[in-house]
């Protein structure tokens, strides 16, 4: 059964702390996502991956960061935390040629920036 | 640039039909999806369906495609309370990297009992 896990379902962070949201797929997809979803807004994508070390910004990648070292793991850091970053986190992974393409998501991180 | 549409709320009564529409402007999408959402989960892939199909049946889930008017539905029959959720349509983003989607924003589905 293919899987997407997310390091925390909830977090409370204070503003100005470093933030570290990680996504872990085992179906050895390529291609990894970071969303965020806000109410009436939907998903955005803010960065996405199509390799080890290979990051690409999505439409709303200010005041974040990612990390991809390994082809399973991909992270995603709020340098410093804004009570605006208040949001469901949301990780995907996918791999062309698969099936539909279709991406595959993690339970999502609840974040509350104080 | 491209752009998925969909209304953001539906009310049905338990047993009865609902049907989610979508408006896309890609016409070059290769792949038009259905993803559900429930309370505090992330998305599931409940179906998708090809560019060259006009539709795709599921057990109670039926996929139409109207490729002329890019108009995408999925209708669930005899809807239960299970079915409350949030249904999001998404396609193929073309011209841009390989594997993006484009979302709506979600219809929320209200089933009352």
């Known amino acids: 059964d293919v899987k997407v896990t997310q390091s925390s379902r909830y977090l409370v962070k204070r503003t100005g702390e470093k933030v570290f949201l990680e996504c872990v797929q085992d179906?050895?997809?390529?291609?990894m996502f970071w969303y965020r979803q806000d109410p009436g807004l939907g998903l955005r994508l803010i960065y996405f991956?199509?390799?080890?070390?290979?990051?690409e910004k999505g439409d709303i990648p200010e005041g974040y960061s990612v990390s991809r070292e390994k082809k399973e793991r991909f992270s995603l850091i709020l340098e410093s935390a804004s009570t605006n970053q208040t949001s469901m986190y949301l990780c995907?992974?996918?791999?062309?040629?698969?099936?539909?393409?279709?991406?595959?998501f993690g339970p999502g991180t609840r974040l509350t920036v104080l | 640039g491209e752009d998925v549409e969909q209304s953001l709320f539906l009310s049905v009564r338990e047993g009865d039909s609902s049907v989610i529409n979508c408006t896309y402007t890609?016409?070059?999408?290769?792949?038009l999806y259905w993803y559900k959402q429930e309370p505090g989960a992330g998305l599931q892939l409940l179906t998708y369906?090809?560019?060259?199909?006009d539709m795709k049946q599921d057990q109670r889930l039926t996929v139409l495609l109207n490729k002329k008017d890019k108009h995408l539905s999925l209708r669930i029959a005899d809807t239960q309370t299970g079915d409350s959720a949030i249904y999001f349509c998404?396609?193929?983003?073309?011209?841009?990297?390989?594997?993006?989607?484009?979302f709506g924003k979600g219809t929320k589905l209200s089933v009352k009992p």
């Open positions: 995907a992974s996918s791999s062309p040629g698969t099936g539909g393409g279709e991406q595959f």
């Open positions: 179906m050895d997809h390529e291609n």
């Open positions: 991956s199509y390799d080890v070390k290979m990051k």
């Open positions: 890609d016409s070059s999408s290769t792949y």
């Open positions: 369906i090809f560019s060259n199909m």
């Open positions: 998404a396609e193929t983003e073309t011209g841009g990297s390989q594997g993006n989607l484009i």
